[in-house]
């Protein structure tokens, strides 16, 4: 299931749009500001992001452009009633992956949300899954951070494997420890408490965000 992040002002258009994804199996967040779309995609958590251009207190071009510049890899769908050559071209030169005009077609929306995401597997699955401005090379099995190239551990590449093929999702300790020490564990280890400090150490303590009493999500 996808997680598509709506940034969309006009609250009929975003029910409308939401409640399209929902039915067909996406989980939906919904922002109504840049600020707001900005930081929840910086906060990461989303597979796409669908962004208006009209946004207040932060235009959609501002938006995208501080995303790409963070280094936020999450696609972004255009959807706008901005519907200029020049306004398109600097939508998709200014880091968007795909443009629609309003008024529009959900069928047609839809269609261009799964390619999108389709095409974001594909990326994934060629060797590289990326969350943020954080990197894991499945083949070097070295991360990469803004800083430096980061050697991994045996179980901490398959640890941090597992939060980014799940980002923004808790994983409770008992999923953790079956995933990545498979079945035979035992259930009052605190070996993935040790190895979430270890990863923290080597990655930065804010990637990874503790939830009291339920387990641990990339941030």
């Known amino acids: 299931m996808g997680r598509i992040l709506i940034a969309e002002d006009e609250r009929r258009i975003a029910s409308f749009v939401e409640k399209g994804l929902r039915a067909n199996g ?62 398109t071209v600097a939508g998709l030169e200014g880091g968007a992956d795909d443009y629609m005009t309003k008024p529009f077609r959900f069928e047609e929306l839809l269609a261009r949300v799964r390619l999108r995401l389709r095409a974001g597997e594909a ?56 995933h990545v020490w498979g079945y035979d564990f035992d259930p009052g280890s605190n070996v993935v408490d040790v190895y979430v400090r270890t990863l923290r150490r080597k990655l930065g303590a804010e990637r990874i965000e503790t939830v009291r009493g339920m387990g641990y999500r990339l941030t």
């Open 26 to 87: 996406f989980a939906t967040t919904v922002v109504e500001d840049g600020d707001a779309a900005l930081a929840a995609a910086l906060a990461g958590g989303h597979d796409l992001m669908v962004l208006d251009l009209g946004l207040p207190r932060r235009d959609g071009f501002e938006v995208l452009r501080e995303m790409r510049a963070a280094n936020v890899p999450t696609p972004v769908l255009i959807l706008t009633a901005r519907d200029s050559v020049h306004d």
């Open 123 to 178: 990326k994934a699955e060629s060797g590289v899954l990326r969350h943020g401005s954080l990197a894991l090379d499945l083949r070097t099995r070295r991360a990469r951070i803004p800083e430096s190239l980061v050697d991994l551990t045996a179980r901490e590449f398959s640890l941090l494997e597992l939060f980014l093929r799940h980002p923004g999702q808790v994983l409770a300790r008992e999923q953790i420890l079956s």
